[in-house]
């Protein structure tokens, strides 16, 4: 069974930084691109991150350039987001996804989510 398990969220205050982390296990996603998403509530989910398989290649939603950061680490088969300089607006719960053919492509495989609260 393909399972992904964020943490690291939290609350924090405007200006602070969180690291999310993504442990996935039942599949090895070493070839395939991982990303993270949010939803604030009330809102639909939207983009905010992706990696390729090798990590050669990102992208990142415009709201988030300059302050985060995603990482992979194949070998632990793990997925990070570094979120620096948050925002209120940053609020939301934050999914982990994997198994796409390439980081804006769909995603087959979701995480339960962890909620990041940014207090102003």
């Known amino acids: 069974q393909v399972q992904l398990v964020e943490s690291g969220g939290g609350l924090v205050q405007a200006g602070g930084s969180l690291r999310l982390s993504c442990a996935t296990s039942g599949r090895n996603f070493d070839s395939d691109a991982m990303g993270w998403f949010r939803q604030a509530l009330g809102k639909e989910r939207e983009f905010v991150a992706a990696?390729?398989?090798?990590?050669?290649?990102?992208y990142y939603a415009d709201p988030v350039k300059g302050r985060f950061t995603i990482s992979r680490d194949n070998a632990e088969n793990t997925v990070s987001l570094q979120m620096n300089s948050l925002k209120a607006e940053d609020t939301a719960v934050y999914y982990c996804?994997?198994?796409?053919?390439?980081?804006?492509?769909?995603?087959?495989?979701w995480g339960q989510g962890t909620q990041v609260t940014v207090s102003s």
């Open positions: 996804a994997a198994g796409a053919v390439g980081p804006l492509e769909e995603y087959p495989y």
């Open positions: 990696i390729s398989w090798s990590g050669g290649t990102v």
